[in-house]
């Protein structure tokens, strides 16, 4: 998709929906040649149109990130949700969540014998509809419990009435250059003795989930039952500079024109301004990434800095300054953010608009 149709206002997110279907078949084949489930994470997409060609195309079940985005994907008719981090259950979380097992079956997960309690207490006699999964700290350091701790927890949430299932975990470490080979191995080897461990102390575990876009794809036997990506509907920067994906498989951008522009005189860089800022590209930036985001077209340019509506591109010498009003296309570093900033998303096929989808679970943040 080269081309930003005529009728589409800049900024805007565009989305090829052929790259959108190749990239789901590609992780759907993947997944299911190596006997995993394929449980994606909405919170990428937040839009109900993917997750129905997710689930169309093999996904055993979402994930969601909020009670909140779990309740809009099971109003579309999802019946199989993992709410894939450590909940605080208070009483009005615990009434949404009885709402939601009537519907759907629901997974949670928990890293303390604490929130196993306060999960269980507040949910009482219908404690036993959630399931639990217990979170394991695979080396990203964010939430999860050492593997030789699952037990004490499992036990905590068994003895409050709820549904222990399984372990789960996020390699987020995998996210810097040169880690997501090691983080698929870190993944590997504490689910399986994660596992194990709740095998021994006598439950029974029928899930064991895993998984990230940096390491899903890479083969060998795995601990896993399932993994979990996100970000590879889309592809993004991010993924690009970690050699995760191609060019050929970023399936959104973020239109945008040139606004300003600066051939390099008095001291200043050669470089251009386009109308997408922060407020539609998100502001991630991690400390190894080359810029703010990337353009397909011009792979030496460099997104250096973003004011909310602004982007400055630095412009490389080997190819002519744009013209004002030049159209282009941006991939964000971080597609997540991107879709938490609009309400809805331009969809294209050669391009042309075929659709336009709303961001249903857009801001569905608690």
């Given at each position: 998709?080269?081309?930003?149709?005529?009728?589409?206002?800049?900024?805007?997110?565009?989305?090829?929906?052929?790259?959108?279907?190749?990239?789901?078949?590609?992780?759907?084949?993947?997944?299911?040649?190596?006997?995993?489930?394929?449980?994606?994470?909405?919170?990428?997409?937040?839009?109900?149109?993917?997750?129905?060609?997710?689930?169309?195309?093999?996904?055993?079940?979402?994930?969601?990130?909020?009670?909140?985005?779990?309740?809009?994907?099971?109003?579309?008719?999802?019946?199989?949700?993992?709410?894939?981090?450590?909940?605080?259950?208070?009483?009005?979380?615990?009434?949404?969540?009885?709402?939601?097992?009537?519907?759907?079956?629901?997974?949670?997960?928990?890293?303390?014998?604490?929130?196993?309690?306060?999960m269980g207490g507040q949910l009482g006699a219908e404690a036993g509809k959630i399931e639990v999964l217990i979170e394991v700290d695979s080396g990203h350091h964010r939430s999860g419990?050492?593997?030789?701790?699952?037990?004490?927890?499992?036990?905590?949430?068994?003895?409050?009435?709820?549904?222990?299932?399984?372990?789960?975990?996020?390699?987020?470490?995998?996210?810097?250059?040169?880690?997501?080979?090691?983080?698929?191995?870190?993944?590997?080897?504490?689910?399986?003795?994660?596992?194990?461990?709740?095998?021994?102390?006598?439950?029974?575990?029928?899930?064991?989930?895993?998984?990230?876009?940096?390491?899903?794809?890479?083969?060998?036997?795995?601990?896993?039952?399932?993994?979990?990506?996100?970000?590879?509907?889309?592809?993004?920067?991010?993924?690009?500079?970690?050699?995760?994906?191609?060019?050929?498989?970023?399936?959104?951008?973020?239109?945008?024109?040139?606004?300003?522009?600066?051939?390099?005189?008095?001291?200043?860089?050669?470089?251009?301004?386009?109308?997408?800022?922060?407020?539609?590209?998100?502001?991630?930036?991690?400390?190894?990434?080359?810029?703010?985001?990337?353009?397909?077209?011009?792979?030496?340019?460099?997104?250096?800095?973003?004011?909310?509506?602004?982007?400055?591109?630095?412009?490389?010498?080997?190819?002519?300054?744009?013209?004002?009003?030049?159209?282009?296309?941006?991939?964000?570093?971080?597609?997540?953010?991107?879709?938490?900033?609009?309400?809805?998303?331009?969809?294209?096929?050669?391009?042309?608009?075929?659709?336009?989808?709303?961001?249903?679970?857009?801001?569905?943040?608690?």
């Amino acid at each position: 998709m080269n081309v930003i149709p005529a009728a589409v206002t800049t900024p805007a997110v565009l989305i090829d929906v052929d790259v959108l279907d190749r990239n789901i078949e590609r992780m759907t084949s993947s997944m299911r040649g190596r006997g995993l489930g394929l449980r994606p994470h909405v919170k990428t997409h937040k839009t109900l149109e993917i997750a129905r060609k997710q689930l169309a195309a093999g996904a055993v079940g979402i994930t969601v990130a909020t009670i909140g985005e779990a309740e809009v994907f099971a109003a579309d008719g999802v019946k199989d949700i993992f709410i894939a981090y450590p909940l605080w259950v208070e009483a009005p979380h615990a009434e949404r969540l009885r709402a939601l097992a009537a519907a759907s079956r629901v997974a949670v997960g928990v890293d303390s014998a604490e929130s196993a309690t306060a999960m269980g207490g507040q949910l009482g006699a219908e404690a036993g509809k959630i399931e639990v999964l217990i979170e394991v700290d695979s080396g990203h350091h964010r939430s999860g419990v050492l593997p030789d701790d699952v037990v004490e927890v499992a036990r905590a949430a068994a003895s409050a009435g709820l549904k222990v299932s399984g372990v789960f975990t996020f390699p987020g470490h995998s996210y810097r250059p040169g880690m997501p080979t090691g983080a698929a191995g870190n993944e590997n080897e504490s689910l399986g003795l994660a596992a194990a461990a709740l095998t021994s102390a006598g439950f029974s575990v029928k899930t064991i989930s895993g998984g990230s876009t940096p390491t899903a794809l890479i083969s060998g036997d795995s601990a896993a039952t399932e993994l979990r990506p996100g970000v590879y509907v889309f592809g993004d920067a991010q993924q690009l500079e970690l050699e995760r994906c191609g060019w050929e498989d970023i399936a959104l951008t973020v239109a945008a024109t040139v606004v300003s522009r600066h051939e390099a005189r008095g001291g200043n860089v050669r470089r251009v301004v386009l109308d997408a800022g922060s407020k539609i590209l998100g502001s991630d930036r991690p400390d190894w990434a080359t810029g703010y985001g990337r353009l397909p077209e011009y792979p030496e340019a460099r997104v250096t800095a973003l004011s909310e509506h602004h982007a400055t591109v630095v412009w490389p010498d080997s190819s002519e300054l744009p013209p004002l009003g030049t159209r282009l296309r941006v991939i964000p570093n971080h597609v997540c953010l991107t879709m938490n900033l609009v309400d809805e998303v331009v969809v294209v096929r050669d391009g042309a608009v075929v659709e336009q989808w709303t961001v249903a679970a857009r801001g569905r943040n608690n």
